[in-house]
């Protein structure tokens, strides 16, 4: 079936720097997309989401930038904190305005603060 | 305002032992949702809630029921817990744009 997932399971970059973690996904119908963030033994955060009539969207620190040419969705972090450390999901959702039938997750990206 | 609920944190079960696992929101969310999340994968839907009174099918709904008690609960039941049912089980709301709310998670144990 069509899927959402990430190209790295594993990220690891040095505190200070920007962290850029990637996302392709593969239902052209897409419309809403979402990061999350999840720490361990929490549950998943709502970072920032994207409509399919946007291609960037700025946040506190985060920038999630999509491509519907390539299908491919990045979470981009600015000056990485140790706090950042965690597992990045992106989602999908066919549905203008999200939709009330539940969100497609990709697999997760672990993201690992050197000091 | 504590956003989602879910309890228990832990539960242990044997196989074919039955229970239900409760989650609650304050956030005014028409539509909430029941995932598992297994190791090393991201959340798979199991039912889904679009508003109370209505439940429907997600991705993995074997060996699963739900409730949409009222709006604030909705509830995931195990009828004969299996090992393959070991897992994080995560209820979240959603959003008025759907983007969804996560609770902080049943872990089960099924031996």
């Known amino acids: 079936g069509e899927s959402v997932g990430l190209h790295l399971p594993t990220l690891s970059v040095q505190e200070g720097d920007n962290s850029i973690i990637n996302c392709a996904y593969s239902?052209?119908?897409?419309?809403?997309f979402i990061w999350y963030k999840q720490e361990s033994g929490k549950g998943p955060q709502f970072i920032i989401d994207?409509?399919?009539?946007?291609d960037k969207r700025q946040g506190q620190r985060v920038t999630v930038l999509l491509n519907k040419t390539v299908k491919h969705l990045s979470l981009q972090i600015a000056a990485t904190q140790p706090g950042d450390s965690a597992v990045y999901f992106c989602?999908?959702?066919?549905?203008?305005?999200?939709?009330?039938?539940?969100?497609?997750f990709g697999k997760g990206t672990h993201l690992i603060i050197q000091p | 305002n504590a956003g989602v609920t879910q309890t228990p944190k832990f539960q242990v079960l044997k196989t074919g032992q039955s229970m239900t696992l409760q989650c609650a929101q304050d956030m005014n969310h028409n539509s909430m949702y029941w995932y598992r999340q297994d190791p090393g994968m991201g959340l798979r839907l199991i039912y889904y809630s679009a508003s109370e009174g209505t439940t429907d099918k997600g991705e993995v709904p074997n060996g699963y029921n739900v409730s949409r008690l009222n709006k604030r609960e909705f509830s995931l039941r195990l009828e004969s817990a299996a090992p393959s049912q070991t897992s994080v089980y995560f209820c979240a709301g959603g959003g008025i744009f759907y983007e969804q709310y996560f609770g902080p998670g049943t872990r089960l144990t099924v031996t």
């Open positions: 239902n052209s119908a897409s419309d809403y």
């Open positions: 994207i409509r399919s009539n946007m």
């Open positions: 989602a999908e959702s066919p549905y203008s305005g999200g939709g009330a039938d539940g969100l497609t």
